[in-house]
Every structure is written in C-alpha cells, then in structure tokens.
C-alpha cells in the first residue's frame, strides 16, 4: 500500500528541547516536503527536497532544519523549538512530474510549551 | 512569496450546491488542484484541471479555470454530510532552476447542514 508514514502522530514538548519528527515513503518518490497547518494560514512549506541530498527552503523555514540522507526518509529536525512552533505538521511525497498527485502523511500534533 | 486565497468558510444544506472558490497565483501554472482533508487526516487529492482546460467534471464535482483571472472554482453538486471537511486548492510553479513548486492555499472549511 501506497503510504507516507509520519511519527509521532502527538508530542507535548519544552521550550528548548530538540525533537525530531520523522517521515518515511514508499513510493519511491523524489519529491518530499514538509508543511505547517496553522487556522487560517492554510498550508505552508516549511522544507522541501527533490532528490536525495537536495533540500531547499520553502515558506517558513525559519527554526526547522530537514534532511535527505536516503530517498525514502526526510525527517524534520527543531534544534531548539519555541511556543510558535505550536503546530500540525504534514509530510508529502510525490513524483518530479507537474501531473502527480502528492501524498500525504497523517499528520503530527506538535505543542510547545 | 505571494499567497493562493480562498475564503475560510462554507455552509450549504444537505443537497444543495457548493461552489469553493480559489485565487491562485502563477499564471505559467499547468495544473492546478483540488485536495479534501478530512477531520484528523492528512490531505488527500480530489481533483486536478490542466491550464489549457476550462473545465473539468468527474461525476459530482465539477472544476472550472479562468485563466485570464486566475480564478479555480470547485462545485459540488447534491452536497452530503460526507463532503464536510477542509478543501485547499493548489497551484504547481516551475522552479528557475529547474523542478516544481506545490504551493496550496489557505483552505475552505465546509460544513453541510441537515
């Protein structure tokens, strides 16, 4: 089954205390992205990478560092996370092609306290 | 950069139509998309129109693209309870340096009422 896979669905963490939050697909896919959902912001691309060892900044990069180690995993790292950081976070992967669907993961829940 | 708008929020009654409208941003877009989230999930694609179309129908769902206007409407036709949920349009942006951009936009929440 086609899938992106995004752990953990749920974290409550401390000011200051780096987490990462994982991501993993099975598709094969050179594209993979993180984005931010925010109440009326909609979706914004916080990293984004189109092949192994190539990330660049999306929207809101600010405060979040990625990496393209293997092609199956991205995980989004916050060295230090702070209150606005607060968040549902989304992983997607798709292919290089304009016409392909994106996938996303289930989401994480991220609260900073 | 610049954002893709829509309104934040929808409510029609149970058969009635919906019609979510959406502002994109890059006139050079090829495609441009529907996806639908459905409480406490991630999103999922529901529909794309490609940029020399005008529209598109796929049973209940009808896409309609004004180019000159950058404008993408969604319509769904005999809306059900199951059709609540977040829909984002989204707009593909070819890279300077080659590669694609997907940039969604700011979501419309849509509630069906009985």
């Known amino acids: 089954e086609a899938q992106v896979t995004q752990n953990p669905r749920y974290l409550i963490t401390v000011t200051g205390k780096k987490l990462t939050v994982t991501c993993s697909q099975n598709?094969?896919?050179?594209?993979m992205s993180w984005y931010r959902q925010d109440p009326g912001l909609g979706l914004r691309q916080i990293y984004y990478s189109m092949n192994v060892e190539v990330t660049d900044k999306g929207d809101v990069p600010e405060g979040y560092k990625v990496s393209r180690k293997e092609k199956r995993n991205f995980p989004l790292i916050l060295e230090s996370p702070s209150p606005n950081q607060t968040s549902l976070y989304f992983c997607?992967?798709?292919?290089?092609?304009?016409?392909?669907?994106?996938?996303f993961g289930q989401g994480t829940r991220l609260t900073v306290v | 950069g610049e954002d893709v708008e829509q309104s934040l929020f929808l409510s029609v009654r149970e058969g009635d139509s919906s019609v979510i409208n959406c502002t994109y941003t890059d006139s050079s877009s090829t495609y441009l998309y529907w996806y639908k989230q459905e409480p406490g999930a991630g999103l999922q694609l529901l529909t794309y129109?490609?940029?020399?179309?005008d529209m598109k129908q796929d049973q209940r769902l009808t896409v309609l693209l004004n180019k000159k206007d950058k404008h993408l409407s969604l319509r769904i036709a005999d809306t059900q309870t199951g059709d609540s949920a977040i829909y984002f349009c989204a707009e593909i942006s070819i890279l300077t340096g080659g590669g694609n951009k997907l940039t969604f936009g700011t979501g419309t929440q849509l509630k069906v009422e009985l």
């Open positions: 598709m094969n896919h050179e594209y």
């Open positions: 997607a992967s798709r292919g290089p092609r304009e016409d392909t669907e994106a996938f």
């Open positions: 129109i490609f940029s020399n179309m």
